[in-house]
């Protein structure tokens, strides 16, 4: 009878273990919904339902089609617009270990979910691509990039000179297992030599024997047009000099797996920053209005910018959100930016998403569907109707978990 009454009481202790297991695993599914479902490939879902489980979407679709498990947490997100986070494909941030992490954590807070640096990383900071930080943004990194000796700018690229040193570049990069390969071709306003075909050549042609691709910051039509001779990968800006001709969208049109990260300069114009009062620092935010002013010279600029993005965008070349530097916040106005080049508002979004994470090779990212990482901006209003509801932000989930926006990074 004792041993009756032990194993009664060891099985209900089991039981209530399982139970209790069971509960917990349970208690991480939430369900999200009523809200409009921007998918990220160019789909729209209207009165959907998106469940997550811990870090998961297990499921994704229209509020009919969707069963929501028992139990599981309900979020009334009716009138609200949920998209995927935002990739960014080209920043520069921190060198220095606690503010690089502070820099993903402030990423995180505008809905970013990760960030390419490129080419000013020392190779110390790469072991931070495989740490999960709550509440910031994936890390990517070239590492050091390329380029021809700068003296007096940074001196975290290879700085080379001869084909040899370029291959060796490489093979190191590679041995650290960077994510590209980014190299510079630009005189800096004519300062200093670039790297010309013969130098660059061998750079991409060494990277892609090993499987690696590269990414090429220019500026010249001319530099585009020998850099899709070379086959390069991506770039990490659009032309900048001129207006680009047939010639050019020919060749990119010949190269479909060809990337272009746009990255337009500021438009020049004032603009109202009001939207980033709650979370900058006074001081800062005073210093950006204090500099939010109309610049002529600017404006010509990011003219000829927009001119050759309208046009490419056009032909169906495969496109990339990038902002360069490091301003957290600087997809959205990237964004806005891309739409009054002449991309839609639903075209933005898929550069910004899918494409960014296809790019980055970020299987798990980039769509809201089943099987992806929970990523995912949770908005105020729709910005199909205004990209520059994007910034609208009700809540920010990475990796299921949500994040804390009650004050600001600092």
Same mark, same amino acid.
């Given at each position: 009878?004792?041993?009756? %009454?032990?194993?009664?009481?060891?099985?209900?202790?089991?039981?209530?273990?399982?139970?209790?297991?069971?509960? *917990?695993?349970?208690?991480?599914?939430?369900?999200?919904?009523?809200?409009? /479902?921007?998918?990220?490939?160019?789909?729209?879902? @209207?009165?959907?339902?998106?469940?997550?489980?811990?870090?998961?979407?297990?499921?994704?679709?229209?509020? &009919?089609?969707?069963?929501?498990?028992?139990?599981?947490?309900?979020?009334?997100?009716?009138?609200?617009?949920?998209?995927?986070?935002?990739?960014?494909?080209?920043?520069?941030?921190?060198?220095?270990?606690?503010?690089?992490?502070?820099?993903?954590?402030?990423?995180? #807070?505008?809905?970013?979910?990760?960030?390419?640096? /490129?080419?000013?990383?020392? $190779?110390?900071?790469?072991?931070?691509?495989?740490?999960?930080?709550?509440? &910031?943004?994936?890390?990517?990194? &070239?590492?050091?990039?390329?380029?021809?000796? +700068?003296?007096?700018?940074?001196? *975290?690229?290879?700085?080379?000179?001869?084909?040899?040193?370029?291959?060796?570049?490489?093979?190191?990069?590679?041995? %650290?297992?960077?994510?590209?390969?980014?190299?510079?071709?630009?005189?800096?306003?004519?300062? #200093?030599?670039?790297?010309?075909?013969?130098? #660059?050549?061998?750079?991409?042609? @060494?990277?892609?024997?090993?499987?690696?691709?590269?990414?090429?910051?220019?500026?010249?039509?001319?530099? *585009?047009?020998?850099?899709?001779?070379?086959?390069?990968?991506?770039?990490?800006?659009?032309?900048?000099?001129?207006?680009?001709?047939? +010639?050019?969208?020919?060749?990119? =049109?010949?190269?479909?797996?060809?990337?272009?990260?746009?990255? /337009?300069?500021?438009?020049?114009? =004032?603009?109202?920053?009001?939207?980033?009062? @709650?979370?900058?620092?006074? &001081?800062? $935010?005073?210093?950006?209005?204090?500099?939010?002013? !109309? %610049?002529?010279?600017?404006?010509?600029?990011?003219?000829?910018?927009?001119?050759?993005?309208?046009?490419?965008?056009? @032909?169906?070349?495969?496109?990339?959100?990038?902002?360069?530097?490091?301003?957290?916040?600087?997809?959205?106005? +990237?964004?806005?930016?891309?739409?009054?080049?002449?991309?839609?508002?639903?075209?933005?979004?898929?550069?910004?998403?899918?494409?960014?994470?296809?790019?980055?090779?970020?299987? !798990?990212?980039?769509?809201?569907?089943?099987? =992806?990482?929970?990523?995912?901006?949770?908005?105020?209003?729709?910005?199909?109707?205004?990209? =520059?509801?994007?910034?609208?932000?009700?809540?920010? #989930?990475?990796?299921?978990?949500?994040?804390?926006?009650?004050?600001?990074?600092?």
């Amino acid at each position: 009878m004792r041993r009756m %009454k032990t194993a009664v009481v060891a099985a209900t202790m089991a039981f209530g273990v399982v139970a209790a297991f069971a509960g *917990a695993a349970q208690a991480q599914v939430t369900a999200f919904e009523g809200a409009r /479902l921007v998918v990220g490939d160019g789909r729209v879902i @209207e009165n959907a339902t998106l469940v997550m489980d811990g870090n998961k979407i297990v499921q994704a679709g229209a509020a &009919a089609s969707v069963q929501v498990p028992a139990g599981a947490t309900r979020v009334n997100v009716t009138g609200k617009t949920i998209m995927p986070a935002i990739i960014d494909t080209h920043v520069h941030l921190s060198p220095i270990r606690d503010r690089l992490i502070r820099d993903l954590k402030l990423r995180g #807070y505008y809905g970013i979910s990760a960030a390419l640096s /490129l080419g000013l990383d020392n $190779y110390e900071l790469l072991d931070i691509r495989n740490q999960v930080i709550p509440g &910031a943004a994936r890390f990517f990194s &070239a590492g050091r990039g390329i380029t021809m000796p +700068e003296p007096g700018r940074i001196t *975290a690229p290879h700085w080379i000179t001869t084909e040899a040193d370029g291959r060796k570049a490489v093979q190191e990069l590679i041995e %650290k297992k960077v994510d590209i390969i980014k190299i510079w071709v630009d005189t800096r306003d004519g300062k #200093y030599a670039k790297l010309t075909p013969d130098l #660059y050549g061998p750079i991409i042609e @060494e990277a892609h024997k090993h499987g690696m691709r590269v990414t090429a910051h220019l500026f010249d039509l001319s530099d *585009a047009k020998g850099l899709i001779r070379a086959n390069v990968d991506a770039f990490a800006h659009g032309v900048r000099d001129r207006d680009i001709d047939d +010639e050019f969208v020919a060749m990119f =049109k010949a190269k479909p797996n060809l990337i272009l990260g746009p990255n /337009l300069p500021e438009r020049g114009v =004032k603009v109202d920053i009001s939207w980033l009062k @709650e979370g900058l620092p006074a &001081a800062d $935010y005073e210093k950006m209005e204090k500099d939010n002013v !109309d %610049k002529p010279r600017e404006q010509a600029f990011h003219a000829i910018q927009a001119r050759n993005l309208k046009r490419l965008n056009a @032909e169906g070349v495969r496109i990339v959100l990038g902002t360069d530097g490091n301003r957290a916040w600087g997809p959205h106005d +990237e964004m806005e930016d891309m739409v009054l080049a002449g991309m839609t508002p639903m075209q933005v979004i898929v550069a910004a998403t899918r494409n960014g994470a296809e790019f980055l090779r970020m299987a !798990d990212a980039g769509t809201l569907e089943a099987g =992806k990482s929970a990523d995912f901006i949770v908005l105020d209003a729709n910005p199909l109707d205004d990209i =520059k509801n994007s910034r609208r932000i009700s809540m920010v #989930y990475l990796r299921g978990a949500k994040v804390d926006r009650s004050q600001p990074v600092r």
